[in-house]
């Protein structure tokens, strides 16, 4: 039973900024990684930006230079720092955790219930 409460989406103008944020609560042994997907209408969920627990990241090459995500580990939290935001960024955002919820299970993966981020004049 873990649950991802994501929050910060909403409609901004292309050029401007969203910082979105996930927080993980629950049967929480430890976490290994967390990220961020995106999925527009009609087409597939896309990987968006992943971190791990030591904080090594990796971005998709469209959104380098742009987004920035980071975590606080003592929080269970993950947060993208979106820029610069264009209209092909409009998308359902999915906050993603790979969490192991006791000593000797196996990682599962868990989702956030999406938050919609509009990028519009």
């Known amino acids: 039973q873990v649950q991802l409460v994501e929050s910060g989406g909403g409609l901004v103008q292309p050029g401007g900024s969203l910082r979105l944020s996930c927080a993980a609560s629950?049967?929480?042994?430890?976490?290994?990684?967390m990220g961020w997907y995106r999925q527009a209408p009609g087409k597939e969920r896309e990987l968006v930006a992943t971190?791990?627990?030591?904080?090594?990241?990796n971005y998709a090459d469209s959104v380098k230079g742009r987004f920035t995500i980071s975590s606080d580990n003592a929080k269970n939290t993950v947060y993208l720092q979106m820029n610069s935001l264009k209209p092909e960024d409009t998308a359902i955002y999915y906050c993603?955790?790979?969490?192991?919820?006791?000593?000797?299970?196996?990682?599962?993966?868990?989702w956030g219930q999406g938050t919609q981020v509009f990028v519009s004049s």
């Open positions: 971190i791990t627990n030591s904080r090594s990241t």
């Open positions: 629950g049967s929480i042994f430890s976490i290994n990684a």
């Open positions: 993603n955790a790979w969490v192991r919820m006791a000593w000797g299970l196996r990682d599962n993966e868990f």
